[in-house]
């Protein structure tokens, strides 16, 4: 996301875009928990970010599923992206970055945490449309 560099709007954007991720979660019916990531753990190029971690149960621990970045002007100036304001005056935007549903870091916890005790998988009503209704994935008998 490309936003006039006004930390207040890109902080707002921020959680935004954090929000979005998480009602994914939410939606998909898996535990998570928000991490707000110290400064030893980003990037260079990172102003903040947070991680959103999805319980998985094979592992007895959380997995990142989830990232959302704001990177003030940083991305900005490297690739040229700026904004002319009222005034004519030319202005480096600030970037921000979110996974909202990277589907192979989803999968896991997904498939672990709908398991049944007879092997089969509970597919969350959010994602019944794309399956064409169904309601379960059950190994098929040969």
Known sequence: MI??????????LLHEMTDN???VLELLGLPYRQVA???????????KQYDLETWMPGRNGYG???SAS?????????????WRDEAGKLHYCHTLNCTAAASP?????????????????????????YMRGLAELRRQES
């Open 3 to 12: 936003c006039r560099n006004d930390p207040e709007l890109s902080e707002r």
């Open 21 to 23: 991720a998480r009602q």
């Open 37 to 47: 990531v110290c400064t030893g753990d980003m990037g260079q190029k990172n102003y």
């Open 64 to 66: 990142e599923t989830h």
């Open 70 to 82: 704001n990177l003030h002007e940083f991305q900005a100036r490297r690739a040229q992206i700026r």
């Open 105 to 129: 870091r989803l999968l896991i916890p997904l498939l672990e945490n709908h398991q049944r005790e007879d092997g089969s998988v509970a597919i969350p009503p959010a994602l019944r449309p």
